[in-house]
């Protein structure tokens, strides 16, 4: 696993932020086990407190199960795995829209170079 952490976000955020990214890209399946937080924490070189904190947290936004002893997996719920990628998908277009508006360009011709940089790649 690897995560390249920022300066400016909590690093549990980002870790949560990953574990969303593979999710919403199919990476991690609905179902699949995850590393235990201590496994995580090594992998990822982080305080395992902070592994604990993004498990707590995701565990409470419903991307991750855990029951009893068992390992934590992502996940089986469609609706949440549905909202993961929405909320993706609208922190993306929320950034371009806010970088394009910055620069008054108008919305059909941002469209036409969103729709020619997407065919194009």
Do not use: W
């Not at 995560?3 to 999710?23: L, S, W």
């Not at 002893?69 to 996940?75: A, D, E, Q, V």
């Amino acid at each position: 696993m690897d995560v390249k952490f920022n300066n400016r976000d909590p690093v549990y955020v980002q870790v949560i932020r990953h574990f969303k990214e593979q999710i919403a890209t199919g990476l991690f399946e609905p179902g699949q086990e995850i590393p235990s937080r201590r496994e995580l924490a090594n992998q990822l070189k982080i305080n395992p407190n902070t592994a604990q904190r993004a498990y707590k947290e995701m565990e409470e936004q419903g991307l991750i199960f855990t029951e009893g002893n068992l390992p934590s997996r992502i996940t089986k719920d469609e609706q949440v795995l549905k909202m993961v990628r929405e909320e993706l998908i609208l922190e993306a277009v929320d950034a371009f829209v806010h970088s394009v508006r910055t620069i008054n360009v108008p919305l059909h011709e941002a469209l036409t170079l969103v729709q020619n940089t997407y065919e194009r790649e």
